[in-house]
């Protein structure tokens, strides 16, 4: 094994990476705050807005590419805010325009603004185009395992299925679902959506899930830096729990934890 070495790699794409945890970069006081939280989250993949971050087409103002350079991190750019499969290929034509013809991006199409549940007609639409136009799409959707795994079918790199809605912080709603996702997927699944706390991160690695992606979690936390530094650590325990393979559960079964044999007994009297 070389220095550094990492033998549980996420791969997407073809590509290697060291943390399981994806961030986002929205929601944050400032840029500065969201380098912080990166820096502690240990994230190497975050994703940009590109309807609401500046990257380079605002000229004149702060960029985030200044606090998070390309050359340090996968950027992923996302249509948040896109409620059309137009309108979110569109938006990641421009984005490919505005990194040098970077081709790894996060589809979203929502249903409505309200919720910003997930309109799946549309995705699975814009999905289709976008891996025609030679994008690898990691692909925001709802957790039926149908849709997932027809989105799988088209080309996309990593299905992302939500925990619950975007920024409600409820957690993982329907773990069943996700687990059938899991079982018949052959590209990375990835919770994207609805992680309010660490527990909940590492419940959704313990399911078995390849990595998790968040934002509001962190960024509306009392203190960001110091929650993105425990979800790393969540990402990182639920994986090592999933890997090492939990005990069953048992309901009134003994099962001491020190062996029953050979124990030294009282003289009788």
Known sequence: MKPHENLDPL??????????????TGKYRDFAETKAAVEA???????????????GQNKGEPSLLDFLPPAKY????????????????????LARELLDGHELVKLEVLG?????????????????????????????????PIIAKQLEEIGCVAVMPLASLIGSGMGILNP????????????????????????????AMELGCDGVLMNT??????????????????VEAGRAAFLAGRMPKKLYTASPSSPTAGLITPAPK
Not at 11 to 24: D, M, Q, T
Not at 75 to 92: E, H, K, S
């Open 217 to 234: 979690a962190v960024a509306a936390a009392k203190n960001p830096i110091l929650m993105a530094g425990a979800m790393k650590k969540a």
């Open 41 to 55: 989250s240990g994230a190497e993949i975050v994703t940009v807005a590109i309807r609401r971050t500046n990257i």
């Open 74 to 93: 996968t950027l992923l750019p996302n249509t948040a805010g896109c409620y059309t499969a137009d309108d979110a290929v569109r938006t990641l034509r």
């Open 11 to 24: 791969v997407i794409a073809g590509k290697s990476y060291n943390s399981r945890l994806l961030i986002g």
């Open 176 to 203: 069943w679902n996700l687990q059938i996702i899991i079982e018949n997927a052959k590209t990375p699944v990835i919770v994207d959506a609805g992680v309010g706390t660490a527990s909940d991160a590492a419940i």
């Open 112 to 144: 409505d603004p309200k919720t910003l549940y997930p309109n799946v007609v549309d995705t699975l639409a814009a999905a289709k185009t976008l891996v025609k136009d030679g994008f690898k799409v990691m692909v925001y959707t709802s957790d039926d």
